[in-house]
């Protein structure tokens, strides 16, 4: 049984910066993706980032620039660094994990385990 818990979450002003964190316990996942995702009030839950275990990083292109996606070398701590924060980046975000080798973050649905989620506010 896989369980994702982010933190890190909070208020900034704009122009700030925050670095999230999701801890992975349970089942190890090897071979898999694992991704940021944001959901703001009234709108679709989009893909931020996502790493697989091996291969190229994705970005939805609000995200580049200003957002790193990284993890632990033991791929049990995914983290998001984000700078320049803007109102438009509130949201709450969730980590999520995908039994895929390449991330399709444009493809939620393919990401079978998900964190509760950590609140971001930028004003």
């Known amino acids: 049984h896989v369980q994702l818990v982010e933190s890190g979450g909070g208020s900034v002003q704009p122009g700030g910066s925050l670095t999230l964190s999701c801890v992975l316990s349970g089942l190890p996942i090897t071979n898999a993706c694992m991704a940021w995702f944001r959901q703001s009030s009234g709108k679709e839950r989009e893909g931020v980032a996502g790493?697989?275990?091996?291969?190229?990083?994705s970005y939805a292109e609000f995200a580049k620039g200003r957002f790193t996606i990284s993890r632990d070398g033991a791929k049990t701590t995914l983290y998001l660094q984000m700078n320049n924060l803007q109102p438009d980046d509130t949201a709450m975000y969730f980590c999520a994990a995908a039994r895929t080798t390449y991330c399709f973050i444009d493809l939620p649905s393919t990401f079978t385990s998900w964190g509760q989620g950590t609140q971001v506010t930028v004003s």
């Open positions: 790493i697989p275990s091996a291969g190229q990083i």
